[in-house]
């Protein structure tokens, strides 16, 4: 799905000033068939068990999604040094490839999402997650509504306030896309400001078992 690789790369295009120095976040995501024919709702069904994690500290992020059974993608920067690595684990093998963040994100087509333009409304509804207040946003982008529910009670710098999308004045901590007649919807179910054996979680050399691809 060419929409992983969009919210994937840009979760981890962002450096991270004083304000929060590392955490990560886990949302869930929650897979819905549009469409009501059998291979679609069979589809919906393979997709079941997806997640996405967000690691980052002052310098590195790294994100990792999982979708059902399909695949499990991980993007990990280091902004000092200027590249990152990306992985990918499917059906067809363990595959790994080594770039600079430009050619990270332009062989990514994250691109795309930073091109959803349009204008951000706030309605006045509010609802908790994980025990911070909410508003809704919605995007109106192409005919399509992307719905979005910000808190302002995490303080994080510009850069990730707006990191699914720019015009976003604060985090989302649950977020909707609609793609190819399914709906995923990403709720946020875990977070922490702390994190353990970070050399290990920001590496960027490839893992054993991956194939090193070469840079186009």
């Known amino acids: ?63 990792d999604f999982k979708l059902g059974n399909y695949s499990a993608t991980s993007m990990r920067i280091d902004f ?24 990270l994100m332009l062989n990514s087509e994250s691109g795309k999402l930073q ?36 808190t302002s009670e995490i303080e994080l710098t510009n850069e990730v306030k707006g990191l699914i999308n720019p015009r976003l004045p604060y985090i989302p901590l649950e977020f909707s896309v609609i793609e190819n007649n399914f709906k995923f919807i990403y709720k946020l179910t875990d977070i922490s400001f702390n994190l353990e054996n970070k050399a290990h979680i920001f590496s960027i050399e490839p893992p054993e078992g991956y194939f090193l691809l070469p840079n186009q």
């Open 115 to 150: 091109q959803l333009e349009g204008e951000v409304m706030a309605l006045p509804e509010f609802k908790k997650i994980l025990g911070y207040n909410c508003q809704k946003y919605i995007l109106h982008h192409q005919g399509k509504n992307i719905i979005y529910w910000c």
């Open 1 to 63: 799905m060419r929409w992983i690789f969009f919210v994937l790369t840009y979760f981890c295009f962002f450096p991270l000033n004083s304000q929060i120095k590392e955490g990560y976040l886990r949302f869930d995501v929650e897979v819905i068939s549009l469409d009501t024919a059998f291979l679609s709702l069979q589809t919906a069904k393979l997709m079941r068990d997806s997640r996405m994690m967000l690691f980052f500290d002052e310098n590195r992020s790294r994100v």
């Open 80 to 103: 000092k040094k200027d590249k990152g690595i990306s992985l990918i684990a499917n059906t067809e093998g363990r595959f790994a490839q080594k770039a600079s963040i430009k050619q």
